[in-house]
């Protein structure tokens, strides 16, 4: 059983930034996918970055070039770096956890709102 939880969520301005961290209570070196999905009001959970089995990283489309993933895995510690947020970013952003033999893990999430 793995353990995900998220920090760093926020009220922020239009044009500003957060960084988002998610901790995890497992070693996410040993073959583990992390990835960030967000979850907007009445919207379906969708990706926003998640590294892949290629050891590439994909990207949403409409954060591309302002949202970076990045890991310390020596801290077993997976962030999102979010610049230039704009007001259609506000969402639930859930860290995810993926291995084919386990399946998905989800931490409970944290509130990013981007307002003026």
């Known amino acids: 059983q793995v353990q995900l939880a998220e920090s760093g969520g926020g009220l922020v301005q239009p044009g500003g930034s957060l960084r988002l961290s998610c901790e995890t209570s497992?070693?996410?070196?040993?073959?583990?996918?992390m990835g960030w999905y967000r979850q907007a009001p009445g919207e379906r959970r969708k990706v926003v970055a998640r590294?892949?089995?290629?050891?590439?990283?994909y990207y949403l489309d409409s954060v591309k070039g302002r949202f970076t993933i990045s890991r310390d895995d020596t801290k077993n510690t997976v962030y999102l770096q979010m610049n230039n947020l704009k007001p259609e970013d506000t969402a639930v952003y859930y860290c995810?956890?993926?291995?084919?033999?386990?399946?998905?893990?989800w931490g409970p999430g944290t509130q990013v709102t981007v307002s003026a």
């Open positions: 497992t070693n996410i070196a040993n073959n583990y996918y």
């Open positions: 590294y892949t089995a290629t050891n590439g990283i």
């Open positions: 995810n956890a993926w291995r084919r033999s386990e399946g998905d893990y």
